[in-house]
């Protein structure tokens, strides 16, 4: 793959809980307390060659690198086993070309989200662009996965590549990674792509904006704004919903209800999850134990949805605006957070856009 290195992170070597921000990468002790951050600073690296603009979405590939999209940096990036942040998609410009061609060399518009896939493929959701294109992990192209950069909706039950999407915030995969799913924003719609077909369909959401009904097939009911989707093991889809401040599920029968949020906005704390209020969450994953993650971002924390329990609890951020140094993860500031992915080992990264840093809450 061809790539660009933007700055040296860390020696090899060491096994550090890790902070990415502008200009610096602070490497720190993993914390020996669970659910904490490290408060013991080992050492700062010289990081001015480069720098992160507000990081988004995040995922891994199959060694445990770490990728990451930048909405204003329009670049997507790798931080490899050695700490370096590599350039592999974007010049930096706003654009809409490159396709076929060296993804380094490429332009994207506002990526919100990203994706590793089972072939190697990053797949990249290049938001205002409204499509999804592809970076082979080992030649370093990038090509057109879904979307012909229309906007609009068009083109369920045919292939991604022909279908029409607009707004495309937020992509998921599977747990078996076979289905690709798309919230599409604007069109008021969660997608999905199966991979081996590349053909794609409409699974929640028929177009109106409102609150679903709860029990009611999802394809028939409407949505106020999805702006995030995950999939957990057990087949459920979780839709999170911005302007709705709610979290519903698409159970394996099709069947659509909400399960966290009260609709309105607010910042309640621990408790039951249908009268915790959220505020213009904008991200969400599903943990190791089918637990939900959520990026509250207006309130500048993160949230767990325990669905066995029907219960959300506070995991981090106090809620206050800011950027608060490292310690205990309910202590910590952080500025509209926005993506949130668990690794294999159960570690939780966070990207703290505003503060233009990447987080790592160890388990």
């Known amino acids: 793959?061809?790539?660009?290195?933007?700055?040296?992170?860390?020696?090899?070597?060491?096994?550090?809980?890790?902070?990415?921000?502008?200009?610096?990468?602070?490497?720190?002790?993993?914390?020996?307390?669970?659910?904490?951050?490290?408060?013991?600073?080992?050492?700062?690296?010289?990081?001015?060659?480069?720098?992160?603009?507000?990081?988004?979405?995040?995922?891994?590939?199959?060694?445990?690198?770490?990728?990451?999209?930048?909405?204003?940096?329009?670049?997507?990036?790798?931080?490899?086993?050695?700490?370096?942040?590599?350039?592999?998609?974007?010049?930096?410009?706003?654009?809409?070309?490159?396709?076929?061609?060296?993804?380094?060399?490429?332009?994207?518009?506002?990526?919100?989200?990203?994706?590793?896939?089972?072939?190697?493929?990053?797949?990249?959701?290049?938001?205002?662009?409204n499509r999804i294109r592809r970076i082979d992990a080992r030649t370093g192209l990038v090509t057109a996965f879904a979307g012909t950069g229309e906007k609009g909706f068009w083109g369920d039950h045919g292939p991604a590549i022909d279908a029409v999407f607009s707004g495309v915030f937020a992509i998921a995969f599977d747990s078996r990674r076979e289905t690709l799913y798309v919230a599409d924003l604007d069109n008021r719609r969660i997608r999905a792509i199966e991979m081996a077909s590349g053909v794609v369909r409409t699974i929640a959401g028929d177009g109106r904006k409102g609150v679903p009904n709860d029990g009611e097939p999802a394809v028939s009911q409407p949505l106020v704004d999805p702006r995030?989707?995950?999939?957990?093991?057990?087949g459920n889809i979780y839709i999170l919903e911005r302007s709705g401040h709610a979290l519903r599920v698409v159970d394996a029968s099709g069947n659509v209800r909400t399960v966290a949020g009260t609709g309105k906005p607010g910042a309640g704390d621990d408790g039951p999850a249908l009268q915790v209020e959220m505020n213009g969450p904008k991200h969400v994953c599903v943990d190791g134990d089918d637990n939900v993650i959520i990026a509250d971002a207006e309130n500048h924390r993160i949230l767990k949805y325990l669905p066995s329990e029907g219960r959300i609890q506070r995991i981090a951020g106090t809620g206050r605006k800011g950027a608060g140094e490292d310690g205990p993860p309910l202590d910590v500031d952080m500025n509209r957070p926005h993506g949130v992915t668990v690794d294999a080992a159960g570690n939780l990264y966070i990207a703290d856009s505003w503060n233009d840093r990447i987080q790592k809450l160890a388990p």
């Open 1 to 129: 793959m061809l790539v660009s290195e933007d700055v040296l992170a860390s020696p090899t070597g060491l096994s550090l809980m890790t902070r990415f921000k502008t200009g610096l990468l602070l490497a720190i002790w993993m914390a020996s307390t669970p659910s904490a951050f490290a408060s013991d600073l080992m050492t700062v690296i010289d990081g001015r060659a480069g720098r992160i603009q507000q990081p988004f979405g995040i995922d891994f590939d199959e060694n445990g690198a770490t990728y990451f999209v930048e909405l204003s940096g329009n670049a997507v990036k790798r931080i490899g086993p050695s700490g370096r942040i590599i350039t592999v998609g974007g010049t930096g410009a706003k654009g809409n070309s490159g396709d076929n061609s060296i993804a380094t060399a490429a332009t994207f518009n506002g990526p919100h989200a990203i994706a590793f896939g089972r072939d190697n493929g990053l797949y990249v959701a290049d938001t205002w662009n």
């Open 228 to 234: 995030a989707v995950a999939a957990d093991r057990r």
